[in-house]
């Protein structure tokens, strides 16, 4: 008799059912009749995990690119070629969680380092930031130790480097 392969969906979806069937038995059994259901607080995970795949580049640091806002950004004309090879070349300076751009010792990076970095010009630096902070693609503020100089936040609806996001953050790019 040959059964048709499962998939990982259906697979995950089989043992959810199970589990909660399990955990909801097991609850009435110690007098818990509300079952899982009315537990508030808890939830039921099930990973599976394909064997067929292995980790690529664990060690790698990387930085997510969202290509519906890439795409929404090069369709409005906010982005173009010098614009995403300037944010990609600075991409790997986004800090973890909160896409400020720093050095290797976690200091915000000047606009003299951004000009080190890309190789371009103090002008054509300046026109770039500037029309990339007027377009909200990056924000400058001033920072806390010297208000004479700027710290950059790279919109994390287009680039993020990590896995969750600070709700001011977040809220500086959805008002």
């Known amino acids: 008799?040959?059964?048709?392969?499962?998939?990982?969906?259906?697979?995950?979806?089989?043992?959810?059912?199970?589990?909660?069937?399990?955990?909801?038995?097991?609850?009435?059994?110690?007098?818990?009749?509300?079952?899982?259901?009315?537990?508030?607080?808890?939830?039921?995970?099930?990973?599976?995990?394909?064997?067929?795949?292995?980790?690529w580049k664990a060690r790698s640091e990387f930085t997510k690119l969202f290509h519906n806002e890439l795409d929404s950004l090069i369709k409005s004309k906010k982005l173009n070629m010098q614009k995403v090879g300037f944010i990609?070349?600075?991409?790997?300076?986004?800090?973890?969680?909160?896409?400020?751009?720093?050095?290797?010792?976690?200091?915000?990076l000047s606009q003299k380092e951004i000009i080190q970095i890309t190789g371009e010009s103090k002008p054509t630096i300046v026109k770039i930031l500037k029309q990339l902070i007027k377009d909200k693609i990056i924000i400058a503020e001033k920072q806390e130790k010297d208000k004479r100089l700027n710290k950059y936040c790279i919109n994390p609806n287009l680039l993020f480097k990590g896995k969750d996001i600070d709700i001011k953050l977040k809220d500086k790019y959805t008002t």
Do not use: F, Q, R
């Open 88 to 108: 990609t070349m600075l991409s790997k300076y986004i800090a973890y969680e909160n896409c400020y751009l720093v050095n290797k010792e976690g200091e915000y």
């Open 1 to 55: 008799m040959y059964l048709e392969p499962i998939n990982e969906k259906e697979l995950k979806e089989i043992g959810l059912t199970s589990a909660t069937t399990m955990i909801n038995d097991h609850l009435e059994a110690i007098g818990h009749d509300e079952g899982i259901g009315k537990l508030e607080g808890y939830e039921i995970k099930l990973t599976i995990k394909n064997k067929n795949k292995v980790a």
